[in-house]
Antibody, heavy 121, light 108 residues
């Protein structure tokens, strides 16, 4: 069964840091683009960042550039999101999502269950 | 970034209704468009990709159409399990992926 399981969310103060992880199983992780997508409470979906299967390309939404870093460890079948200088507006459920097709960015399937990040003093 | 605009943002419908949701891109995206369904407290679920291709396991009452800048998601006969929020997403610009604002389908 294809599965994505996020971890690492929690309560952090403004200006703080947090590292999210996503453990992948049931597919050849090293063959797929991966993304982080977030959803603020009561709001819509916002793509945060993506990374190519070999890590050679990484892209970010403007609002997190310079603060967040996406990375992956194909040997550990894991995706990460290092979040620094966190702001209240970063409060959201963060989803890990796989590209639907091998070696191509695009539609997301499947998604993880999400991990909640709350930035508050 | 390419802006995706969905309409309406919400509406009420009855079981058995035919419903249509529209999504407009701020520039041409060919057919690089996906639709997702999200229920409260759950992760989104892919329904349609490439504007009109049904994801495996998705009921045939869902269909998608369009290309360029204008797209539609149609549910031919609304079922109780279809009351949810629907999002479109463009992946033409994979360096800056974007979603529409969502359309909530509520029970009348």
């Amino acid at each position: 069964e294809v599965q994505l399981v996020e971890s690492g969310g929690g309560l952090v103060q403004p200006g703080g840091s947090l590292r999210l992880s996503c453990a992948a199983s049931g597919f050849t992780f090293s063959s797929y683009w991966m993304s982080w997508v977030r959803q603020a409470p009561g709001k819509g979906l916002e793509w945060v960042a993506n990374i190519k299967q070999d890590g050679s390309e990484k892209y970010y939404v403007d609002s997190v550039k310079g603060r967040f870093t996406i990375s992956r460890d194909n040997a550990k079948n894991s995706l990460y999101l290092q979040m620094n200088s966190l702001r209240a507006e970063d409060t959201a459920v963060y989803y890990c999502a796989r590209a639907r097709m091998v070696r191509a960015p695009g539609a997301f399937d499947p998604w993880g269950q999400g991990t909640l990040v709350t930035v508050s003093s | 970034a390419i802006r995706m605009t969905q309409s309406p943002s919400s509406f009420s419908a009855s079981t058995g209704d035919r419903v249509t949701i529209t999504c407009r891109a701020s520039q041409g995206i060919s057919s690089y468009l996906a639709w997702y369904q999200q229920k409260p407290g759950k992760a989104p679920k892919l329904l349609i990709y490439a504007a009109s291709t049904l994801q495996s396991g998705v009921p045939s009452r869902f269909s998608g159409s369009g290309s360029g800048t204008d797209f539609t998601l149609t549910i031919s006969c609304l079922q109780s399990e279809d009351f949810a929020t629907y999002y479109c997403q463009q992946y033409y610009s994979y360096r800056a992926l974007t979603f529409g604002g969502g359309t909530k389908v509520e029970i009348k």
